[in-house]
């Protein structure tokens, strides 16, 4: 059961390689479950006992269950969390041509952990809008090979490299591609034209624009003697999305449920599809479309925010507060932060808490060392707009934002279990 579910997460993440495809990934399971796509952009005909999902930006996605009886009376268990990671896109002319290398430009995509991107075999992937028999379209393209590599500068060029060393993301950071001839010109948008064809089938006229990110060829794999973990890349916060989605599938529940996937997390969800965009809400108000019924039923409702927390590293042991340092393989973490960088209050720590309980499933919790900053995810964001009741919870990993992060291979299991009884639960405080 955890072997296949640790499986299941290692497929995801392979199909997974930007938000686009993580979108698609939820969006193909949740099809398979009998969910329904809406479109933003028609009238909708849901129905009590009904299951639903809808995308925005091809980024973000909200699934719904909707329950046998109004929301109204026993409000909504949603899950929250986000499909985005840090990681470096492509910028719009990124040809680059230096000491016969053909290399592109790139930008550096929310708060990367970069010496981790150097000597892996990367490849691209990501969404192509492009125009075809006069119109334009968009397609998600992921070229699965490794096609580019960031080559380390030698020790003996340098040093004092482990002395600590700043990376210059204009200069270092550009992947090679290919050797060219001196007079050779290769242009990016007709390697796009050619992979649209090699895997769509699809001969474009023009490639138009496009959002594409590098990423590790290398899969996610279960890693340490015993088997005690799993490493891989997007793991923030691919892991909860994944943890959500099975809650929500396996969850037997007679109350509307909603798990709700924002891109953009990692540069502040300030966008259309973002958390701190109208997506949520906009969703909420059309399946509750009188103004008094959506107060009254987000007053009686639930949001746990999932994204992962900071386990303590046995190299780093004080960069956690003493009493407050979460173990890998020692189940989800409560977030607390007095200043509201988690809105987790002492209420919806209480019932969290207690259905970890009742489930048996290990939880623990997390403040920052007072002397440090704390960092910060969807849950406030999502609260303030919404005006719900929010605890922030996630499960401990190593190496956040790293190309390749590291969680236990027990805590996917906890995770799942807890949250699948959130959705089952009758009575919400
Ligand atoms: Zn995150």
Known sequence: MREALNQGLIDFLKASPTPFHATTSLAMRLEAAGYQRLDERDTW???????????????????????????????????GAHTDSPCLRVKPQPELQRQGFWQLGVEVYGGALLAPWFDRDLSLAGRVTFRRDGKVESQLVDFKMPIAVIPNLAIHLNREA??????????????????????????????LTEQLAREHGLNADVVLDYELSFYDTQNAAVVGLHGEFIAGARLDNLLSCYAALQALLNADSEETCVFVANDHEEIGSCSACGADGPMLEQTL?????????FVRTIQRSLLV?????????????????????????AGPVIKVNSNQRYAT?????????????????????????????????????????LGVRTVDIGLPTFAMHSIRELCGSQDLAHLVKVLEAFYRSRELP
């Open 162 to 191: 482990n002395q600590g060393w700043a990376i210059n993301a204009q200069n270092e950071l550009p992947p090679i591609l290919a050797q060219v001839a001196g007079d050779e010109r290769p242009d990016f948008r007709a390697l």
């Open 45 to 79: 005909a849901t129905v009590a006992g009904g299951r639903y999902y809808l995308t925005r930006n091809d980024s973000s996605i909200i699934a719904i269950k909707l329950g046998r009886h109004s929301p109204l009376i026993g409000g909504i268990r949603l899950v």
């Open 305 to 329: 925010s999932a994204d992962n927390a900071h386990g303590v590293h046995p190299n780093y042991a004080d960069k956690h507060d003493a009493n407050h340092g979460p173990k890998l393989n």
């Open 345 to 385: 209050n002492s209420e919806t720590a209480g019932f969290f808490r207690h259905l970890c309980m009742a489930e048996e499933v290990p939880v623990q919790s997390f403040v920052v060392r007072s002397d440090m900053g704390c960092g910060s995810t969807i849950g406030p964001i999502t609260a303030s707009h």
């Open 285 to 293: 108000r059309r399946l509750l479309p009188d103004g008094d019924d």
